[in-house]
């Protein structure tokens, strides 16, 4: 199983760049990088997913280095509605992907 | 498109007693998971079906806890006996197959069960 590490909180503030970075070391040739949100009382959301290099979509970017070791999620201008836990998961197909503590990220106004 | 849907929402028992949650997946989604997700920690999967068959059981204690996809559709996840410890929220999520985003899980809301 590729595990993963996170820290375990951040504080940034409106307006911020905020950027996430998640360690996986032992991860696999076919593994993918995928970034859960998950709100107080909510089931976690799907945010993005990597290979390798930078993938973006309306919501954040993804920056995956050429050795795959680690990837970093970047969420431009957070709100306070950006508090959350971002959840970092690698695997393939959602075989052996589990979620850790992930990132407790409060943002300030 | 409807999201998954689970029930009961809320659900308090005592301990030793027996509870079931029922989950409806995403209409088309052939992977099915239940997670636990304890106060203050990240979820944990229980168990994940692939249609109607057991994908992936490795952490779901056995001596208690049952679940079941007969119809490869909606699930139930059942606990019998309950204890202290599985004060809880129990989420579950379906994703696609074959169609290149089966890493997108999509979750239902829970059900937050506590046992007293």
């Known amino acids: 199983l590729a595990k993963t590490t996170q820290p375990i909180s951040m504080d940034s503030y409106e307006g911020q760049e905020v950027n996430i970075t998640c360690s996986h070391n032992n991860i696999a040739t076919n593994d993918y990088i995928t970034w859960y949100q998950q709100f107080p009382s909510q089931g976690p959301r799907f945010i993005i997913q990597g290979y390798k290099t930078k993938v973006t979509n309306e919501v954040a970017s993804l920056f995956i280095p050429a050795d795959r070791k680690s990837s970093t999620l970047s969420l431009p201008r957070v709100s306070l509605s950006d508090t959350a836990v971002y959840y970092c998961?690698?695997?393939?197909?959602?075989?052996?992907?589990?979620f850790g503590a992930g990132t407790r990220l409060t943002v300030k106004p | 498109e409807a999201g998954v849907a689970q029930s009961p929402r809320y659900k308090i028992i005592e301990k030793r007693q027996s509870v079931a949650f029922w989950c409806n997946p995403i209409s088309g989604h052939a992977t099915l998971y239940w997670y636990q997700q304890i106060l203050g920690q990240g979820p944990k999967l229980l168990i994940q079906f692939q249609n109607n068959g057991v994908v992936d059981d490795s952490q779901l204690p056995k001596d208690r806890f049952s679940a079941e996809r007969l119809k490869g559709v909606d699930s139930t996840l059942k606990i019998q006996p309950a204890k202290l410890e599985d004060s809880a929220v129990y989420l579950c999520?379906?994703?696609?197959?074959?169609?290149?985003?089966?890493?997108?899980?999509?979750f239902g809301p829970g059900t937050r069960l506590t046992v007293t």
């Open positions: 998961l690698v695997g393939l197909n959602n075989n052996d992907m589990r």
């Open positions: 999520a379906s994703s696609s197959y074959g169609t290149g985003k089966e890493n997108e899980q999509y």
